[in-house]
């Protein structure tokens, strides 16, 4: 039963490969969700050190941003605001030190998809939700069939 459900994991994940923006200033933080998003299997992953550069490569269609919230220079809320401006299908999960509520409610009004705080216990945080957004991913998928499908369904 265990293999079962680690092949159809890890099957799920094949068939989800997402492209990762990391966004932090703190080089620290940034190489740990990087190694823990490597080590679930995923690859196509890009570091930021700042916001202004993750908006100047937004042309690269990321699927899930990692977006720190207290960066110097251009906050985490601004560089998400343009985020969701430029392309509201991005998911954007913000990760922060601060143990807020107001913060974190401020986030989702903005459009992240989800409020982290930098702990002990991120990474398997992080894990539940990338495991959402593949089954959000699923159910748009089987429900909103593409032009192809459809058009294959008439006959």
């Excluded at 923006?21 to 969700?33: E, L, T």
Aim: proline share 2%; glycine share 4%; with cysteine.
């Amino acid at each position: 039963m265990v293999v079962s459900l680690k092949i159809k994991f890890c099957a799920m994940k094949n068939q989800n490969q997402f492209k990762f923006f990391i966004v932090d200033d703190d080089i620290f933080c940034a190489n740990v969700y990087e190694q823990f998003l490597k080590n679930s299997g995923y690859s196509d992953i890009t570091y930021y050190s700042n916001g202004n550069d993750c908006l100047s490569n937004l042309n690269s269609i990321p699927d899930i941003i990692l977006l720190d919230h207290n960066m110097e220079g251009i906050t985490g809320f601004e560089v998400l605001k343009k985020i969701k401006r430029y392309n509201p299908n991005i998911y954007v999960i913000m990760i922060s030190g601060q143990e807020n509520i107001n913060t974190a409610v401020n986030a989702l009004k903005y459009g992240a998809f989800d409020y982290l705080i930098k702990d002990k216990t991120v990474n398997d945080k992080l894990s539940h939700i990338i495991e959402k957004i593949i089954k959000i991913k699923q159910v748009m998928r089987e429900s909103n069939p593409t032009i192809m499908q459809r058009i294959l369904s008439i006959f």
